[in-house]
């Protein structure tokens, strides 16, 4: 073990309820096709009658019609209407045969709050794609760990679904292969931004499921019935917004509090407006090699997903092949039907 690694050679206090929880077959969903029908929830934050607008706008113009309830304009304090009301959207969606993919709106604040009132075994045995990014991560996490469904780190329906972001979508979703090789795409303009550099960490091959998201909503989980479980995956992390050191304590609570540290391979996204400090300080660069390095597990950052506008749409629980040494990530199965 390197040096640098004491920090986390001690004790990982990994959860009894993770560990005694029973792993659920997978479940891979069926694909999606023009012309199906996108139940359009919002889980988490509120939303505006003109962002509803634009987003079915933008889900029929892709090709597709849309359904939601009134409940999709909720507002509850912060929240896009009472945990049990936003609870009861995402179920309805999922037993409703007239849906054939949910698509959250927007992410926000609140997900979190409604993992407890899920009916998993409904969800189980009415598999459909879920898609969202940012807070939604909690629902594709606790979805895919208490149900085994393959959900989907992806676009909200806000977001700019420019051409690398439908590329994306459209090859995982509906053209799905069994080997496919993510393409790289820096963001436009970004060219003097060192957020969005593209490199690797730690040099290495690794191979696992993919499981992950934004770094502040996996962070919460922690300790919870619902946290992940990185063990032998391909954890792949992102975030927005927060000052260096921020980053550096939300990824040191991930290495004490988890099983991060025994993950296959890390994938890095973009961490956007992350790489701000008041002097003295250490770049958002030095952070993450600080505290990763160590690890000896290989690492890359700088994938096009995350808060950004190239968006790669993500299947959690689907396996992976990470090549840190070229800076390739391959899916080796199919992420739908």
Not at 48 to 58: C, V, Y
Not at 106 to 121: S, V
Not at 271 to 289: G, M, R, S
């Amino acid at each position: 073990m390197l040096a640098g690694s004491v920090l986390f050679a001690k004790s990982y206090a990994f959860s009894e309820i993770k560990s005694n929880k029973i792993k659920m077959d997978k479940i891979v969903p069926k694909r999606l096709k023009k012309g199906d029908r996108i139940g359009l929830v919002t889980p988490a934050g509120v939303i505006t009658e003109l962002q509803l607008k634009e987003t079915i706008e933008q889900v029929e113009k892709l090709g597709y019609k849309t359904y939601y309830q009134p409940s999709v304009l909720s507002e509850y304090g912060y929240l896009a209407g009472t945990d049990q009301e936003r609870a009861d959207e995402l179920m309805h969606m999922f037993t409703n045969t007239e849906v054939d993919a949910i698509l959250c709106v927007r992410g926000g604040y609140g997900a979190i709050r409604i993992n407890k009132l899920l009916d998993f075994d409904k969800i189980r045995v009415n598999p459909k794609i879920l898609i969202g990014y940012s807070d939604i991560t909690a629902l594709i996490s606790s979805i895919y760990e208490n149900a085994g469904l393959v959900a989907f780190h992806g676009p909200v329906g806000i977001s700019s679904f420019n051409e690398y972001t439908i590329e994306s979508f459209e090859d995982i979703l509906l053209h799905p292969s069994r080997k496919y090789k993510y393409s790289y795409e820096r963001e436009a303009e970004s060219e003097n931004n060192p957020e969005f550099d593209f490199y690797t960490i730690t040099e290495g091959k690794a191979e696992g499921e993919l499981i992950g998201g934004n770094m502040s909503v996996l962070v919460s989980m922690i300790g919870s019935e619902f946290e992940p479980d990185f063990e032998n995956k391909l954890v792949y992390l992102e975030e927005i917004d927060e000052k260096t050191y921020k980053v550096d304590r939300m990824l040191t609570q991930l290495l004490q509090a988890s099983n991060l540290h025994k993950a296959a391979g890390i994938v890095l996204g973009v961490f956007a407006n992350c790489n701000v400090n008041d002097a003295p300080t250490f770049t958002l660069k030095e952070t993450l090699i600080q505290l990763l390095a160590p690890l000896n597990i290989p690492t890359v950052y700088g994938f096009p997903f995350g808060h950004v506008s190239n968006k790669m749409t993500i299947p959690t629980g689907v396996l992976a092949q990470l090549n840190a040494d070229k800076k390739t990530l391959k899916l080796t199965e199919k992420a739908v039907l």
